[in-house]
């Protein structure tokens, strides 16, 4: 059974950092394309951030980018979102995604080319 599991989220001023993290079990993580995606309040789902599965080629959305770095840890079976300089605009429920067996150079970025999601997790901006 797959599972991704996040944690990190939280109450942050604006200005402030969080690191999300996401734990997958169940299907091999070291091939499989791992990403970010949120959704604000009243708003639909976006994608945030990707990584390939080597880890060499990353994609983030422009509002994000500069500012946001995924990473993961393939011994760990953990991809990371590091989020700094957050703003009010970045409040949402955080998703991670996976796509195994995709050994692209390429990050996709649409919802529907991933299989597994997580639970997600609560991140707030206050202003």
């Known amino acids: 059974q797959v599972q991704l599991v996040e944690s990190g989220g939280g109450l942050v001023q604006a200005g402030g950092s969080l690191r999300l993290s996401c734990v997958a079990s169940?299907?091999?993580?070291?091939?499989?394309?791992m990403a970010w995606f949120r959704q604000g309040p009243g708003k639909e789902r976006e994608f945030v951030a990707g990584?390939?599965?080597?880890?060499?080629?990353?994609n983030y959305a422009h509002s994000v980018k500069g500012r946001f770095t995924i990473s993961r840890d393939n011994a760990k079976n953990t991809v990371y979102l590091q989020m700094n300089s957050l703003k009010p605009e970045d409040t949402a429920v955080y998703y991670c995604?996976?796509?195994?067996?995709?050994?692209?150079?390429?990050?996709?970025?649409?919802?529907?080319?991933?299989?597994?999601w997580g639970q997600g997790t609560q991140v707030t901006v206050s202003s």
């Open positions: 995604a996976s796509r195994p067996s995709t050994l692209w150079a390429s990050v996709p970025t649409d919802s529907g080319v991933y299989i597994y």
């Open positions: 169940g299907h091999t993580f070291s091939s499989a394309a």
């Open positions: 990584i390939n599965w080597s880890g060499d080629n990353r």
